[in-house]
């Protein structure tokens, strides 16, 4: 069982910037692919972003290219998302998660944080 922890939501202004975090106490994180999800007021979850457990290999949601980017430390039992240049329409709850491999559907992922709210006002 994986037990994850978000943080760092908040309220932002528009062009803002917030770092999310995601922790666990797994000793064995470092084998576990990650990814970032969102659910905006009244939609379902989508993918934001995702990171490999080997390659460290990135991909993103064509709408947080280049604004967000999703990192991991190891040794921290961490996984980061950076996300610069908000929009009101980053607005949503973020959950983070894990899984054996990567990818941008759900149901690749077996445990879930409990979500962060972020809230970018225009």
């Known amino acids: 069982q994986v037990q994850l922890q978000e943080s760092g939501g908040g309220l932002v202004q528009a062009g803002g910037s917030l770092r999310l975090s995601c922790a666990t106490s797994?000793?064995?994180?470092?084998?576990?692919?990650l990814g970032w999800f969102r659910r905006a007021p009244g939609k379902g979850r989508d993918f934001v972003a995702a990171?490999?457990?080997?390659?460290?290999?990135?991909n993103y949601a064509d709408s947080v290219k280049g604004r967000f980017t999703i990192s991991r430390d190891d040794a921290k039992n961490t996984m980061y998302l950076q996300m610069n240049s908000l929009k009101p329409e980053d607005t949503a709850v973020y959950y983070c998660?894990?899984?054996?491999?990567?990818?941008?559907?759900?149901?690749?992922?077996?445990?879930w944080g409990q979500g962060t709210q972020v809230t970018v006002s225009s």
């Open positions: 998660a894990a899984g054996f491999d990567s990818g941008e559907t759900e149901g690749l992922y077996d445990y």
């Open positions: 797994k000793r064995t994180f470092n084998t576990y692919s």
């Open positions: 990171i490999s457990r080997s390659t460290g290999t990135t």
